[in-house]
């Protein structure tokens, strides 16, 4: 094989060399066929003359030479795209256009499927040899992923695991250089960081003996954190900072690619390592691990051993083991697995938008086939006249096929450049929108588009070449100079790709008009709040000195009254959970009640300080709100909201009852580490949108932020007047900071922003966003394709249009003609759109929105939504009478004189 | 002369080559000399065949190509086999012998 490739590219690229041989042997060959014939008595020119007869013709053997040499087919390629180059030169604004074209939609294509890879096909950055040990409670089938004690036993007894690790995720509190951090990381033990393939960058990983020992003193930083609290001085490595108010020495620092695109844990925003401690293990709030399967050992082996291990755990520790086993699972796996209801509709909408995009490639596509097919008829003669002095069919199909494939081949390389230009622009959309390792044009996306180039180049390249090879075929040379009407079933062809545009830009106009207007409706549907100059402000009371309830509700008293004293801000209010921010959830008994009674339904629960329903215009329906005079000594008291009185309370009994959080027989305990009190309903309150704007309104309950209190709490403070809002802004700001200097604060928002950032918006807006570019982009391809159809089609009837204005056709006459071939044109691709449309909508999930927050696509609008197809249809019949218009002008002023005489 | 001609069957001329250049390397002009002798000038060789058969052997890197000198002193092309063209003349040559014994056999029976 290779001597067979070396010697074809021998005999290509040194063809004088080894024409020069050819000959020198065929010489040497006669010569010695003509001194044999004078040995055997024939005179020399007799001599020759026989050997001349026996050589046969001398050009034909070097040419089967040749062939056995086998050049000429790789000749014929190179011949073939020497001639293509030629004409693309000859031709450059075909050429430009051809290649813009192509180059669009490989390029728009191309980075959408770095964002598929990206997002959705992207590799777990660990090798399959890590694993990760889920716990799966065996009754429900569900988990916690928190292992039961005594975990660290497995490592022991198992002989397919090495390398396991437990760890444990801690919201550290450092103080450093820079001031005071809220600093996500783990409690992790020395394997940790070996079974995920890590080591520190600078410094060192933690050592068995800094586990065993108990000393909890050193700590390893993430890329990230060494850099903002250090600003990356190599110097902080072996310098001193507080972590959990006790002083720790950095010994390590990892590097920046850590955990880039890992989900599971976050361990991408996992900042500070510190080492796992004996205790950790035994502690209710339980801990995580992984490991490395042992090399030539299979998943199945390692998890049939893990479970028989379990079981003899289950013997011996039957308390903590009965109802549990332990799953292994590959990050892929568990990738996978973490992929929740809003990173589905994330994945779904690029799926959405990847189609998108192949429909404006195709139409692209169409266009270059169009201009193809045009620029064949001017170059008939061309063909003609090869044909006539011996170039077969097949050749000039050949000839054909390889100036469509490079004039492809450079637009799917102008496309990989507007790929590559595009990545950042296409990085900063999607990062607010779902989560991606790097957009980058990995091999993946490299040999997506070389295989969308090749296909798309056969594809359509290979119908003009087929075209013009046929129309070869059936006429001749004769055509060439006399009148003739064109061939009619190139003009077919040409009619039947202008309206599959129009089939296609159809489809995408109507799922972007379905999807536009759900995105309106949704932004039309009413928080439940006044949101008008409100600012907010987010922290977690995590830090260990707000474990004492008491100190955290003086410190919220506190606050809040600073913050009411802020000039220009009209009301205060504190609060676990804001609207469009989510709550948690819990189940809840209600006192009187058999335990099966109350739906098994979760409901929110919220703590808010006493002006959270006049602050935000929450209107009272029943009873009373929550009062000043809740305080923690006063009697526990809740208010419920619409949807809770009448699921939980139908015959409207509410106010009165007693609710208590958590299901009979649960050990609950709050934030403050006490079990939940019964409490009594003083009143109810309209319904807020608590999570998304498209869900149906779900039961809540508000505690008094006084009476107990989450971790969660939010700041919100409406100001006097708009122009009083940066300044109150920045107050605030400063009043937060100063009522804890080491409490971490986010930044100020408005309410309009939670609104505008929300789910239920910043996941539509993209969608819509892009999908309108790609529609766009549609009309204008479908435009510019019917007008070259036409243009071309009333060059070519010039003399029949004369002829009739000759007979007495009116000027309006001409342009109804022009205008019922466009009609011809678009209509059926249009009516073929319309179903392909209906039909695909049906694959958009529509309806109700899930208690989890899983999307809709299409929300307020029905999929048959009539003004959104009419509109579309309205739009593209517009456009098409504006691509009408300028060769209706023409053929309207066709000369009736000079056509006649036209040829 | 020309009756005792008769036309090589598809296939073979590259089988006789090879045997050819199994003992010495040759050139064109001699291979078709000494197929023509050893043969009993039954089986003549064509230039217009032979050098197109050459080029193929030679592309398939059975034979290998090196220029020399004849015995009248000019400078002449001399093929000699390859390691693979030895061993694909061996398959060649047990495939030929089975075929004929086969024909040999069917054509006796009658």
């Known amino acids: 094989m290779l001597t067979d490739v070396l010697y074809r590219f021998r005999a290509l690229f040194h063809r004088n060399a080894m024409e020069d041989e050819l000959d020198e042997e065929l010489r040497f060959h006669f010569d010695e066929q003509v001194d044999k014939y004078v040995r055997s008595g024939l005179s020399r020119a007799e001599a020759v003359r026989r050997a001349r007869l026996a050589f046969g013709g001398i050009e034909q053997l070097k040419d089967e030479c040749r062939d056995a040499r086998g050049v000429l087919f790789l000749e014929t390629v190179l011949q073939d795209c020497r001639y293509a180059l030629r004409m693309m030169r000859r031709y450059p604004a075909f050429t430009a256009m051809a290649v813009l074209l192509i180059g669009l939609g490989i390029g728009a294509s191309t980075s959408m499927f770095s964002l598929v890879t990206a997002s959705i096909l992207r590799r777990a950055p660990y090798s399959d040899r890590l694993i990760y040990l889920w716990r799966v409670d065996k ?38 250089p820079s001031g005071s951090e809220r600093v996500g990381g783990y409690y992790v033990q020395p394997n940790w960081l070996t079974a995920l393939g890590t080591v520190p960058a600078r410094g060192r990983n933690f050592l068995p003996e800094e586990e065993r020992s108990g000393r909890s003193d050193v700590v390893i930083l993430s890329d990230a954190l060494w850099k903002r609290m250090f600003n990356g001085n190599p110097s902080a490595l072996g310098s001193r900072i507080s972590v959990q108010a006790r002083t720790s020495t950095i010994i390590g620092i990892l590097p920046a690619t850590f955990g880039v695109g890992t989900t599971p844990f976050d361990f991408d925003k996992a900042e500070l390592f510190a080492p796992f401690l004996p205790d950790h293990a035994t502690e209710d709030t339980g801990v995580f691990a992984l490991a490395n399967l042992r090399p030539a050992v299979s998943l199945v082996r390692a998890q049939s051993e893990i479970d028989s291990i379990v079981a003899g755990m289950a013997q011996r520790d039957p308390a903590n083991w009965k109802n549990s086993s332990i799953e292994l699972v590959t990050p892929t796996m568990q990738t996978r697995h973490f992929c ?63 100036e469509s494939m490079l004039l492809f081949g450079c637009g799917g390389a102008l496309g990989v450049l507007i790929a590559w230009w595009s990545t950042t622009l296409l990085a900063k959309v999607a990062a607010a929108y779902v989560e991606t390792t790097e957009i980058e044009l990995d091999g993946r996306v490299l040999a997506f588009s070389v295989a969308a180039t090749l296909v798309t180049g056969l594809l359509f390249g290979l119908l003009p070449a087929l075209r013009s090879a046929k129309g070869l075929l059936k006429g001749g040379l004769k055509e060439v100079s006399g009148f003739t009407s064109a061939p009619v079933e190139r003009n077919l062809t040409r009619r039947l790709l202008v309206s599959s545009e129009f089939t296609l830009a159809l489809v995408l106009l109507i799922g972007f008009g379905l999807l536009l207007r759900s995105f309106l409706y949704v932004e039309s549907i009413p928080v439940g709040i006044w949101t008008d100059r409100l600012l907010t402000i987010d922290t977690t009371l995590v830090s260990p000195k707000y474990k004492d309830t008491a100190k955290k509700i003086s410190f919220a008293r506190v606050l809040l009254e600073r913050v009411r004293e802020i000039p220009g801000v009209e009301a205060a209010v504190l609060t676990s959970d804001l609207p469009l921010t989510g709550a948690g959830a819990t189940n809840i008994q209600i006192e009187g009640m058999s335990s099966a009674d109350p739906q098994g339904t979760e409901v929110r629960y919220i703590s808010a300080s006493p002006e959270l329903f006049s602050t935000l215009g929450i209107p009272l329906l029943e009873g009373r709100t929550l009062s000043p005079h809740d305080t923690e000594t006063a009697a526990p008291v809740v208010v419920i909201n619409k949807s809770m009185g009448e699921l939980f309370f139908p015959n409207g009994t509410a106010v009165g009852r007693r609710i208590r959080p958590g299901l009979p027989g649960e050990h609950l305990t709050w934030g403050d580490g006490k079990p939940p009190v019964w409490r009594e309903i003083v009143g109810v309150v309209a319904d807020v949108r608590q999570r998304n704007l498209e869900e149906d309104s779900r039961p809540v309950f508000y505690r008094p932020y006084f009476q107990g209190l989450d971790a969660p709490l939010s700041v919100a403070v409406r100001a006097r007047s708009h122009a009083d809002m940066p300044r109150v802004a920045q107050a605030l700001r400063k009043t937060v900071r100063e009522a804890d200097p080491q409490q971490r604060w986010d930044e100020v928002k408005s309410m309009q922003q939670i609104i505008y950032d929300s789910e ?22 479908a435009t510019a394709g019917l007008y070259a159809v036409l ?10 249009i004369g002829i009739r204005m000759a007979l007495g056709a009116s000027r309006f006459q001409v342009f109804g003609q022009i205008a019922f071939d466009t009609l011809r044109l678009t209509a059926p691709g249009a009516m073929i759109g319309v179903a392909v449309a209906y039909w695909l909508s049906s694959l958009l999930p529509s309806g109700h929105i899930d208690w989890s927050g899983s999307g809709v696509f299409l929300y307020g609008v029905s999929r048959s939504d009539a003004a959104t197809y009419l509109s579309v249809v309205a739009v593209l019949f517009c456009v098409s009478l504006i691509a009408t218009l300028v060769p209706a002008r023409r053929a309207m002023r066709v000369d009736p004189a000079a056509a006649l005489r036209h040829e | 002369m020309a009756d005792e001609h008769i036309d090589l069957p598809q296939g073979t001329l590259d089988l006789l080559i090879l045997k050819t250049l199994a003992l010495e390397p ?67 040559a047990g495939a030929w012998r089975k075929l004929t014994a086969a024909m040999a056999q069917v054509l006796d029976m009658a």
């Open chain 1, 791 to 800: 243009s071309y089609s009333v060059t070519e009837r010039t003399r029949e």
């Open chain 1, 340 to 402: 929740g209801p809003t990173c589905v509709q994330a994945h779904r909408g690029i799926w959405l938008l990847f189609g998108a995009v192949g429909i404006v490639l195709l139409m692209a596509c169409a266009n270059v086939a169009n201009l193809l097919l045009a620029r064949s008829v001017g170059r008939r003669r061309e063909f003609l006249i090869r044909a006539a002095i011996g170039c077969s069919g097949v050749r000039l199909l050949r000839q054909n096929l390889t």
């Open chain 2, 26 to 92: 040759q050139h064109g002009w001699a291979i078709s000399e000494r197929i023509q002798q050893i043969s009993s000038n039954v089986l003549q060789i064509q230039q217009g065949s032979l050098y197109p058969a050459l080029h193929r052997l030679e592309r398939r890197g059975w034979i290998k190509a090196q220029w020399g000198v004849s015995e009248n002193s000019r400078r002449a092309k001399y093929y000699d086999l390859t390691k693979s063209g030895r061993k694909q003349l061996e398959t060649e």
């Open chain 1, 139 to 176: 009754p429900q089938g569900g988990g916690n992923l928190r292992l039961p004690r005594g975990v660290l036993d497995i490592h022991d007894q198992s002989r397919s695991l090495e390398r396991f690790a437990a760890y444990r995720g801690e919201w550290f509190l450092v103080n450093g």
């Open chain 1, 760 to 781: 239920s918006l910043s996941l539509r807006r993209p969608i819509v966003r892009l999908l309108g570019s790609f529609g766009l982009l549609a009309v204008i391809l």
